[in-house]
């Protein structure tokens, strides 16, 4: 299978614990992107790379968010102290500067106790 | 502000009753605008790119079209399987970002 792939596809956790999530993206595409997704909602934009380069992050993202990308190749994202409001599903894409085209992994459902 | 409305939020069709779902965006220069299809508890799918208006693109039962101001998802025939949550998205050509702004969907349910 050559998509995006995500580990865990489901996490529950408590109140306050930390939780890191994995994104694996299509090999060749330079860029990878985070998303939030809440109930009836678009995904919203949390943050992006080229290659290992953090380019942007949204303004809405907590200092608690933090993600990276080393070496170019697959991302992590660590969400610190969780709160309840965290409970989404978080999707990771990846995007080839050569096709404008973007492609999404399958989704990391947070459910915070 | 980069803004997508879509519309409407909910629509319901009986197999092979032919159909549109509308994205209205308002972006200061369009790089592109995207459509997807995403089935429950699922990402994602990415269906077209459009780049100007007058473009269409078709995929099956599906063609995408676009004006300065809207896009519109026209559905052919529709069959069950074609039930999903449409999303369109927009990126802006402002300040070299590439971030796209999504819509909240169109939830379409077929009914054999």
Known sequence: DTGVSQDPRHKITKRGQNVTFRCDPISEHNRLYWYRQTLGQGPEFLTYFQNEAQLEKSRLLSDRFSAERPKGSFSTLEIQRTEQGDSAMYLCASWTSGYNEQFFGPGTRLTVL | EDQVTQSPEALRLQEGESSSLNCSYTVSGLRGLF??????????????????????????????????KESFLHITAPKPEDSATYLCAVQANEGGSYIPTFGRGTSLIVHP
């Open chain 2, 35 to 68: 459509w997807y299809r995403q089935d429950p508890g699922k990402g994602p799918e990415f269906l077209f790119t459009l780049y100007s208006a007058g473009e269409e693109k078709e995929k099956e039962r599906l063609k995408a079209t676009l004006t300065k």
